[in-house]
């Protein structure tokens, strides 16, 4: 399964309440709320969920806010939270590593649609459907939406955070609220990584 073999990273999780990002720049908001715009008309002739989707910028570093629960409606950011990048063929890597490639150890770039959920070897995690060409190898690469317990609640930047083998993988407590838009929802939530 792609979603092994983790870097155990600087920090251990550490349960606290959520903060918003404290640094986020008003460049950085610009581009999530431009990206969010630029899926409106996507999830509206598609059968996706029309209010929430979740947008991934891996342009950020690791030790920030870089996954966003992403209100369509309120044109807002619900929630944010730590998200790790695939190392590749390295043990480590400050910066993503970009693959559409079987055993890449890779992140993928594009939309995804999030399937159906399962308990897998970290627990709960959600299969994850490739849109674009530069991610529809996801599926059968095992890449799945799940959490770690070495990714932590809070900000760490300017130090980096765990790697992971190219899923998108977050703090069990952030799992938890993406769990509660995902099952809730009639429709496929859309995710979108992007750099």
């Not at 619900?78 to 043990?91: E, F, M, N, P, R």
């Not at 959600?126 to 095992?142: E, I, Q, V």
């Not at 799945?144 to 998108?168: A, F, K, M, Q």
Request: proline share 4%.
């Amino acid at each position: 399964m792609a979603a092994h073999y983790y870097y155990k990273g600087f920090y251990r999780t550490r349960i606290t309440a959520f903060n918003f990002i404290s640094n986020f720049t008003d460049k950085e908001a610009s581009k999530i709320n431009t990206k969010a715009f630029e899926l409106k008309n996507f999830v509206l002739e598609k059968d996706f969920n029309k209010k929430i989707i979740f947008l991934v910028d891996m342009g950020l570093p690791s030790g920030k806010n870089r996954f966003f629960i992403y209100d369509l409606q309120n044109d807002s950011v619900i929630k944010a939270s730590l998200v790790a990048h695939g190392c590749g063929d390295t043990q480590f890597s400050f910066t993503p590593k970009f693959s559409n490639k079987k055993e890449s150890g890779c992140t993928s770039l594009g939309k995804y649609r999030i399937g159906k959920s399962y308990s897998g070897r970290f627990g709960l995690a959600y299969k994850l459907h490739g849109l674009d060409s530069t991610n529809s190898n996801a599926f059968n690469r095992n890449i799945v939406l799940h959490s770690y317990s070495y990714v932590p609640d809070e900000e760490t930047y300017p130090y980096p955070i765990c790697n992971s083998r190219g899923c998108p993988m977050v703090s069990p407590s952030f799992l938890k609220s993406l769990q509660a838009v995902i099952d809730k929802s009639k429709e496929p939530v859309l995710l979108w990584i992007f750099n």
